[in-house]
């Protein structure tokens, strides 16, 4: 599971509509709960550093995770994972999001059409499958 303020939520509906048409990408700070389910405290919007089409591709560098990594470290967090806007596409992972995706993140998808936010999910990938479940998100 993982909780996002309805803060924070905003936050990444509001870098969902400020990019359309194109992807947007960020990163989630946050703690993990003696339960092992995931709190956001604090959110980073990433510049997309895609060389490929931004309405369908986002692209997080190396210089952006060790940034996310120190930052995280600094504020005594954890790195919990990353989100990113699928403009006029549902918020399902892609075969590209599989391929890069790494276990034990959380990823979170927007969809957005016609520049309106509308589906808000998030998805963990499995180490036994090698596939995208769905995680329980709540707004709170």
Aim: aromatic share 12%; hydrophobic share 40%; proline share 4%.
């Amino acid at each position: 599971m993982i909780i996002v303020s309805k803060t924070h939520f905003s936050e990444i509906k509001l870098q969902s509509i400020a990019a359309y048409p194109y992807e947007c990408c960020g990163a989630m700070l946050g703690k993990v709960l003696d339960n092992g389910s995931k709190e956001v405290l604090s959110c980073f919007d990433i510049v997309n550093q895609s060389d490929e089409d931004k309405r369908r591709r986002f692209k997080i560098t190396a210089d952006d995770y060790r940034f996310l990594e120190a930052k995280a470290d600094e504020l005594g967090m954890t790195l919990l994972g990353f989100y990113h806007s699928h403009p006029d596409h549902p918020a399902i992972p892609s075969e590209t999001d599989l391929e890069y995706a790494w276990p034990f993140f959380s990823y979170i998808i927007q969809a957005v059409y016609d520049g309106e936010p509308t589906d808000f999910k998030s998805f963990e990938l499995s180490l036994d499958t090698h596939v995208f479940v769905d995680e329980t998100l709540v707004i709170r």
